[in-house]
Nanobody
Framework: QVQLVESGGGLVQPGGSLRLSCAASGSIFSINAMGWYRQAPGKQRELVATITKGGSTYYADSVKGRFSISRDNAKNTVYLQMNSLKPEDTAVYYC??????????????WGQGTQVTVSS
């Protein structure tokens, strides 16, 4: 019913930048919160940042001051600008959306993940 497609991952040197995008499509009436999570090898998935429909944001302490989340409600798209990247930011990054469907059911959706590798 709803698909989330991420893009923008890749290999970057420490101190570099990447911008992730996640576009939602399907039977979407509206999207409440959208967010980014990440999972490093051998670790649990963790919250990176979230943004409400109104634009309120939340960041994990580990990324505050380096990452910035934004969204385009008209395009059902969320972005994650990642600056000053560190090797410990290496992970698969997943997009998440809290969606209200045209059926008026509410559901949580995930993207397929995009790999971010920070290495020299």
């Amino acid at each position: 019913q709803v698909q989330l497609v991420e893009s923008g991952g890749g290999l970057v040197q420490p101190g570099g930048s990447l911008r992730l995008s996640c576009a939602a499509s399907g039977s979407i009436f509206s999207i409440n919160a959208m967010g980014w999570y990440r999972q490093a090898p051998g670790k649990q998935r963790e919250l990176v940042a979230t943004i409400t429909k109104g634009g309120s944001t939340y960041y994990a302490d580990s990324v505050k001051g380096r990452f910035s989340i934004s969204r385009d409600n008209a395009k059902n798209t969320v972005y994650l600008q990642m600056n000053s990247l560190k090797p410990e930011d290496t992970a698969v990054y997943y997009c998440n959306a809290d969606v209200l469907l045209y059926s008026l059911n509410r559901a949580d959706y995930w993207g397929q993940g995009t790999q971010v590798t920070v290495s020299s």
